[in-house]
Protein backbone atom coordinates (compact mmCIF):
# COMPACT_ATOMS: atom_id res chain seq x y z
CA UNK A 1 0.00 0.00 0.00
CA UNK A 2 1.53 3.56 -0.52
CA UNK A 3 2.78 5.31 2.26
CA UNK A 4 0.84 8.58 3.44
CA UNK A 5 3.25 11.93 3.68
CA UNK A 6 3.26 15.16 4.35
CA UNK A 7 5.84 18.45 3.50
CA UNK A 8 5.43 21.21 5.46
CA UNK A 9 7.46 24.34 6.35
CA UNK A 10 7.58 25.37 9.40
CA UNK A 11 8.91 28.60 11.57
CA UNK A 12 11.22 27.96 14.03
CA UNK A 13 8.15 28.96 16.87
CA UNK A 14 6.29 26.37 14.38
CA UNK A 15 4.03 28.30 12.02
CA UNK A 16 3.41 27.01 8.36
CA UNK A 17 1.26 30.31 7.89
CA UNK A 18 1.66 34.34 9.51
CA UNK A 19 -0.79 36.16 11.15
CA UNK A 20 -3.46 37.95 9.39
CA UNK A 21 -4.01 35.30 6.38
CA UNK A 22 -6.14 37.13 3.65
CA UNK A 23 -7.08 37.03 0.48
CA UNK A 24 -3.72 39.22 -0.72
CA UNK A 25 -1.72 37.41 1.24
CA UNK A 26 -2.92 33.69 1.81
CA UNK A 27 0.04 32.95 3.96
CA UNK A 28 -0.48 35.59 6.10
CA UNK A 29 2.30 38.65 6.84
CA UNK A 30 5.94 37.06 6.50
CA UNK A 31 4.82 34.11 5.69
CA UNK A 32 5.89 33.96 1.82
CA UNK A 33 9.09 34.38 3.50
CA UNK A 34 8.95 30.81 5.08
CA UNK A 35 9.54 29.53 1.47
CA UNK A 36 12.93 31.19 0.09
CA UNK A 37 14.67 27.99 0.45
CA UNK A 38 12.94 26.77 -2.55
CA UNK A 39 13.41 29.82 -4.81
CA UNK A 40 17.02 31.39 -3.83
CA UNK A 41 18.62 28.04 -3.00
CA UNK A 42 16.73 25.99 -5.64
CA UNK A 43 19.63 23.66 -6.49
CA UNK A 44 20.99 22.99 -3.06
CA UNK A 45 17.54 21.66 -2.20
CA UNK A 46 16.22 20.44 -5.89
CA UNK A 47 15.70 16.84 -4.29
CA UNK A 48 13.50 17.76 -1.38
CA UNK A 49 11.54 20.03 -4.26
CA UNK A 50 11.34 17.12 -6.33
CA UNK A 51 10.32 14.40 -3.42
CA UNK A 52 8.00 17.09 -2.65
CA UNK A 53 5.74 16.72 -6.19
CA UNK A 54 6.95 13.12 -6.49
CA UNK A 55 3.26 12.03 -4.97
CA UNK A 56 0.48 10.09 -7.22
CA UNK A 57 -2.01 12.35 -5.82
CA UNK A 58 -2.39 14.75 -3.15
CA UNK A 59 -4.41 16.39 -0.59
CA UNK A 60 -5.12 19.96 0.47
CA UNK A 61 -7.21 21.75 2.94
CA UNK A 62 -10.08 23.90 1.31
CA UNK A 63 -7.96 27.57 2.50
CA UNK A 64 -4.93 26.07 0.58
CA UNK A 65 -6.87 25.97 -3.02
CA UNK A 66 -9.44 29.04 -2.33
CA UNK A 67 -8.01 31.09 0.62
CA UNK A 68 -8.86 31.91 4.18
CA UNK A 69 -12.00 31.77 5.15
CA UNK A 70 -15.23 29.68 5.60
CA UNK A 71 -17.49 31.08 2.77
CA UNK A 72 -17.78 29.24 -0.70
CA UNK A 73 -15.33 30.70 -3.59
CA UNK A 74 -16.06 32.62 -6.52
CA UNK A 75 -17.39 30.21 -9.10
CA UNK A 76 -14.38 31.36 -11.39
CA UNK A 77 -11.92 31.05 -9.20
CA UNK A 78 -9.31 28.18 -10.32
CA UNK A 79 -6.45 27.59 -7.06
CA UNK A 80 -3.22 29.95 -6.87
CA UNK A 81 -1.75 28.18 -8.64
CA UNK A 82 -2.35 29.46 -12.70
CA UNK A 83 -3.38 27.59 -15.35
CA UNK A 84 -0.50 24.83 -14.61
CA UNK A 85 -0.48 23.54 -10.96
CA UNK A 86 2.94 22.30 -10.02
CA UNK A 87 1.16 18.82 -8.88
CA UNK A 88 0.78 17.24 -12.40
CA UNK A 89 -1.49 14.53 -10.41
CA UNK A 90 -5.08 14.93 -8.76
CA UNK A 91 -6.09 16.75 -5.85
CA UNK A 92 -8.58 15.76 -3.14
CA UNK A 93 -9.75 18.74 -1.39
CA UNK A 94 -11.41 18.71 2.18
CA UNK A 95 -14.28 21.30 1.58
CA UNK A 96 -18.08 22.02 2.97
CA UNK A 97 -18.76 22.95 -0.47
CA UNK A 98 -19.83 20.76 -3.29
CA UNK A 99 -17.75 21.25 -6.95
CA UNK A 100 -17.41 19.66 -10.16
CA UNK A 101 -13.84 18.50 -10.58
CA UNK A 102 -11.45 21.39 -12.14
CA UNK A 103 -8.75 19.94 -14.59
CA UNK A 104 -6.02 22.35 -15.19
CA UNK A 105 -3.41 21.97 -17.77
CA UNK A 106 -0.17 19.67 -17.01
CA UNK A 107 -1.88 16.67 -15.98
CA UNK A 108 -3.53 18.06 -12.31
CA UNK A 109 -7.43 17.75 -11.77
CA UNK A 110 -9.06 19.54 -8.47
CA UNK A 111 -11.80 16.99 -6.62
CA UNK A 112 -13.90 18.44 -3.91
CA UNK A 113 -14.30 15.94 -0.93
CA UNK A 114 -17.16 16.89 1.11
CA UNK A 115 -17.61 13.48 3.16
CA UNK A 116 -14.48 13.64 5.30
CA UNK A 117 -10.41 12.86 5.74
CA UNK A 118 -10.84 9.24 5.01
CA UNK A 119 -13.06 9.34 2.00
CA UNK A 120 -10.43 11.91 0.42
CA UNK A 121 -7.71 9.20 1.56
CA UNK A 122 -9.86 6.26 -0.05
CA UNK A 123 -9.82 8.56 -3.09
CA UNK A 124 -6.22 9.55 -3.23
CA UNK A 125 -4.79 6.22 -2.61
CA UNK A 126 -6.94 4.68 -5.89
CA UNK A 127 -5.66 7.73 -7.81
CA UNK A 128 -2.17 6.94 -6.97
CA UNK A 129 -1.74 3.62 -7.31
CA UNK A 130 1.79 2.44 -6.28
CA UNK A 131 2.91 6.03 -5.25
CA UNK A 132 2.73 7.58 -2.05
CA UNK A 133 0.16 10.43 -1.26
CA UNK A 134 0.87 13.38 -0.14
CA UNK A 135 -1.17 15.72 2.07
CA UNK A 136 0.21 19.17 1.31
CA UNK A 137 -1.18 21.69 3.70
CA UNK A 138 -2.42 23.71 5.07
CA UNK A 139 -1.66 23.04 8.91
CA UNK A 140 -5.41 21.99 9.80
CA UNK A 141 -5.70 19.36 7.31
CA UNK A 142 -2.26 17.84 8.41
CA UNK A 143 -3.00 18.46 12.24
CA UNK A 144 -6.42 15.92 11.15
CA UNK A 145 -4.29 13.52 9.26
CA UNK A 146 -1.86 13.22 12.48
CA UNK A 147 -4.76 13.20 15.07
CA UNK A 148 -6.42 10.62 13.24
CA UNK A 149 -2.79 8.04 12.83
CA UNK A 150 -2.99 7.95 9.34
CA UNK A 151 0.16 9.19 8.44
CA UNK A 152 3.20 7.68 7.73
CA UNK A 153 5.83 10.15 6.91
CA UNK A 154 6.63 13.83 8.08
CA UNK A 155 8.74 16.02 6.57
CA UNK A 156 9.36 19.47 8.19
CA UNK A 157 11.27 22.36 6.32
CA UNK A 158 12.55 24.53 8.90
CA UNK A 159 13.22 27.95 8.42
CA UNK A 160 15.09 29.98 10.64
CA UNK A 161 13.08 32.56 11.36
CA UNK A 162 10.25 33.60 13.76
CA UNK A 163 6.85 34.52 12.26
CA UNK A 164 5.28 34.96 16.37
CA UNK A 165 1.41 33.85 15.20
CA UNK A 166 -0.47 32.56 12.04
CA UNK A 167 -1.41 29.15 11.88
CA UNK A 168 0.40 26.64 14.21
CA UNK A 169 0.89 23.23 12.83
CA UNK A 170 0.67 20.85 16.05
CA UNK A 171 -1.76 23.08 18.21
CA UNK A 172 -4.49 20.43 19.82
CA UNK A 173 -2.25 17.54 18.48
CA UNK A 174 -2.09 14.64 20.79
CA UNK A 175 1.17 12.96 21.94
CA UNK A 176 2.43 11.69 18.56
CA UNK A 177 5.53 8.70 18.10
CA UNK A 178 8.01 10.72 15.91
CA UNK A 179 10.79 9.04 14.98
CA UNK A 180 13.65 11.12 12.97
CA UNK A 181 15.05 9.30 10.27
CA UNK A 182 17.32 12.13 8.30
CA UNK A 183 18.23 15.64 8.90
CA UNK A 184 19.79 17.86 6.14
CA UNK A 185 19.94 21.62 4.91
CA UNK A 186 21.54 24.58 3.93
CA UNK A 187 21.63 28.46 5.42
CA UNK A 188 17.55 28.98 4.62
CA UNK A 189 16.15 25.43 5.72
CA UNK A 190 16.64 22.50 8.00
CA UNK A 191 14.83 19.70 6.53
CA UNK A 192 13.63 16.66 9.30
CA UNK A 193 11.95 13.53 8.52
CA UNK A 194 10.39 12.00 10.99
CA UNK A 195 8.47 8.35 10.38
CA UNK A 196 5.47 8.01 12.62
CA UNK A 197 5.00 4.51 13.49
CA UNK A 198 1.78 2.61 13.98
Known amino acids: MSRVTCDLTISLDGFVAGPNQRMSEPLGDGGELLHRWMFEEA ?10 L ?22 EWRGWWGEE ?8 VLTHHQHEPLEMQGGTTFHFV ?6 ALAQAREAAGSKDVAIAGGAQAARQYLDAGLM ?9 MILGGGERLLDGVGNLK ?18 LPH
Open 152 to 160: DELRLHISP
Open 178 to 195: LEPTEVTGTKLVTHVRYR
Open 114 to 119: TDGIES
Open 54 to 75: AAGAFIMGRNMFAGPGPDMWDE
Open 85 to 92: PPYHAPVF
Open 43 to 52: EANAAQVEEI
